[in-house]
């Protein structure tokens, strides 16, 4: 079971359980369901960009609510396959 998105394996599928706000202030509601492709860390600002089929979701470790999201993977996220 996955700790963190980026943990996440290419094709799982997760639930969005608790509404939140992107990097770029896109809103993630709650009840999407999310097919994992891929992620790139960019060191310099601590960011994320996750691609899913559905949409992509950028996250940053230099914002405190993204940094919630990144380090709360089950108070955002359940898994479903």
Do not use: C, W
Not at 1 to 30: H, R
Not at 45 to 59: A, C, H, K, W
């Amino acid at each position: 079971m996955p700790q963190y998105l980026s943990e996440l394996a290419k094709g799982q599928k997760i639930k969005v359980i608790k509404e939140f706000y992107d990097f770029d202030n896109d809103k993630i509601e709650a009840g999407r369901i999310l097919t994992f492709r891929d992620y790139n860390y960019f060191v310099h600002d601590g960011g994320y960009t996750f691609s899913f089929e559905e949409t992509v979701i950028r996250l940053a470790e230099i914002d405190g609510g993204n940094e919630r999201v990144l380090n709360s993977f089950s108070e955002y996220f359940e898994m479903i396959e």
